[in-house]
């Protein structure tokens, strides 16, 4: 098992692997800020291809340069689940997904590839998120949200039921969305309300 990128997300995603007594060779960084993280060598990515059957992580939090990373390296992708999660037998986790300490999934979410469902965050039964979505601490979607391609939740924010978030959406600490918001804007405050 290798990881993709070195920052902060990496450690978070080297413990749980760690706690799933998962084994990591080595970590890959196109700009390597240290030379080991707990203990696993940091390694120059210099862009080489892997074999197609090596298994691997991608630790890196931006959702467009983690896309970018998955459309270009055609590895075996690994879903890293924190043993101290709830996920539902009922709900479905894309590869290369990571879910956090204290997470809840709920049954018949649908979760894509390449996401962070990241630390005490909730997604409620029947939500769906498109790939790459970035669900941040303590959010909390309630039932039937749609999050789009891209997209980002931010910390503490609060998603009502039914709520379609499009594409590369950015919504602000603390939001509360209560309609439904369009593809490429940012969403701030209670209610929430586009400002870019």
């Known amino acids: 098992m290798i990881l993709i990128g070195a920052s902060g997300h990496a450690k978070v ?21 240290v030379t080991e993280l707990f203990g696993v060598p940091v390694n120059l990515d210099d862009g080489a291809q892997l074999s197609k059957e090596t298994k691997a992580v991608i630790a890196v939090g931006n959702n467009l340069i983690r896309k970018k990373i998955a459309e270009s390296r055609l590895l075996q992708y690994m879903p890293a689940v924190h043993p101290r999660s709830t996920v539902s037998p009922f709900a ?84 509360v969305i209560i309609r439904d918001i369009p593809d490429r804007v940012t969403v701030v405050g209670n209610p929430g309300r586009i400002i870019k």
Do not use: W
Request: proline residues 4%.
């Open 92 to 175: 479905k986790i894309g590869t290369g997904t990571v879910v956090m300490a204290n997470a809840v999934i709920n049954p018949d979410a649908l979760v894509g590839k390449h996401c962070i469902i990241n630390t005490g965050a909730v997604i409620e039964h029947d939500c769906v998120l498109e790939d790459y979505v970035h669900i941040s601490p303590n959010a909390a979607l309630a039932g039937n949200v749609t999050v789009g391609e891209c997209s980002q939740i931010g910390i503490g924010a609060v998603v009502l039921q039914g709520i379609k978030i499009g594409n590369n959406v950015t919504v602000g600490a603390g939001a």
């Open 13 to 33: 995603i080297l413990d749980i692997l760690f706690k799933n007594e998962i084994t990591v060779d080595r970590i890959l960084d196109a700009n390597p800020p």
